[in-house]
């Protein structure tokens, strides 16, 4: 499955969001989950991204309110996607919404069943041991 994230309500975030859905739609047979933010679910564009997303909402994290941090404390959110998903998925790719896809990337599955690669995890047991601390070998492809 591909999985995004968008949080806020700004219009540029949901136009990349939803280009990106039409390209993957356009491209692939894969599932496709859009995580939009309490307020995105509200007062965005939920009809037209629903038509090329499955929609979920996710709580925002507490991050740094101040500091340099502060400016990307919002990018922490992604890092929840695996624990929303690790019941459900054997291989998710999280992509940002600011890319086109021009061609399929479901090849991209196949090699992945057997890798974990930066956020991509093909197991639901290895998100819940990373919370054990327990640690598993990673291969670049």
Avoid at 78 to 90: I, N, S, T, Y
Avoid at 116 to 123: A, H, N, S
Wanted: proline share 1%; hydrophobic share 45%; net charge neutral.
């Amino acid at each position: 499955m591909y999985v995004t994230m968008v949080w806020g309500t700004h219009l540029d975030y949901q136009v990349e969001a939803f280009v990106l859905g039409m390209c993957l739609q356009r491209t692939s047979t894969k599932r496709r989950i859009l995580f939009a933010s309490p307020d995105l679910m509200e007062h965005g564009l939920t009809g037209l991204l629903g038509s090329v997303w499955e929609l979920r909402q996710f709580e925002y994290l507490e991050g740094p309110r101040r500091g340099h941090s502060w400016r990307l404390s919002k990018v922490w959110n992604k890092l929840q996607v695996w624990e929303l998903l690790a019941d459900e998925f054997e291989v998710a790719i999280l992509l940002d919404t600011d890319i086109v896809v021009a061609r399929s990337m479901d090849a991209c599955f196949n090699a992945l069943q057997h890798a974990e690669v930066g956020g991509v995890m093909r197991e639901k047991e290895i998100s819940r041991s990373l919370h054990r601390g327990q640690h598993h070998q990673s291969r670049l492809l």
